[in-house]
């Protein structure tokens, strides 16, 4: 895949995506690292300012991942993450993942709004046939996210993954392009 445009702006009602760049590293590892954003990742081991650095050079930079730090239109502050990664050219795929870092963005739709943005870009600018996501089942506000933003579960695995010293639920989730068939 191409790499991300840097001057690409994505603009919703409440936020507007825009490409992440080596400036947002301290917050994105600090969110990373926090405890009520790690509990929903898949992925814990704790990040480092050079592993992030190293994504954003080897992942980010190269194409393989499509990655945007959400913005609150009102002032501009950065309040998580939304990215595209794990493409699949031959199927016209991509995986989806999102976080939000700053609580104050809890609870009001903006990850709903995030991951709508996301899927725009993926399905008119990417031509992308369909995303995917992972999410963890006792996860329930990304459930709900994922399910407003368009998305269909399409699978349940019951024990599927050894986190925190207990196996978790895990539901994948599908997104098609209406336009791509």
């Known amino acids: ?53 190293d994504w954003l050079k080897n992942k980010v930079e190269q194409g393989g991942v499509h990655q945007f730090v959400i913005c609150r239109n009102a002032d501009e502050i950065p309040l998580g993450s939304v990215y595209l990664q794990n493409f699949e050219e031959e199927h016209k795929k991509a995986e989806e993942g999102i976080f939000l870092g700053e609580e104050q963005a809890y609870g009001k739709g ?6 709508k943005l996301i899927l725009k870009y993926a399905f008119e600018q990417l031509q992308l046939h369909k995303v995917v996501a992972r999410v963890l089942a006792y996860n329930q506000a990304s459930v709900r996210m994922h399910e407003k933003a368009g998305y269909v579960r399409e ?25 791509c068939k």
């Open 1 to 53: 895949m191409e790499p991300l445009r840097k001057d690409l702006i994505l603009k919703g009602v409440q936020i507007y995506l825009r490409p992440i760049c080596d400036a947002d590293t301290d917050r994105v590892v600090k969110w990373r690292n926090d405890k009520n954003v790690v509990k929903n990742f898949i992925y814990r081991i704790p990040i480092s300012r050079e592993a992030h650095l």
């Open 110 to 115: 903006i990850g709903t709004e995030a991951a």
């Open 155 to 179: 699978a349940y695995f019951r024990e599927e993954l050894f986190l925190d010293g207990k196996y978790e639920d895990l539901i994948f989730f599908g997104a098609i392009n209406p336009f």
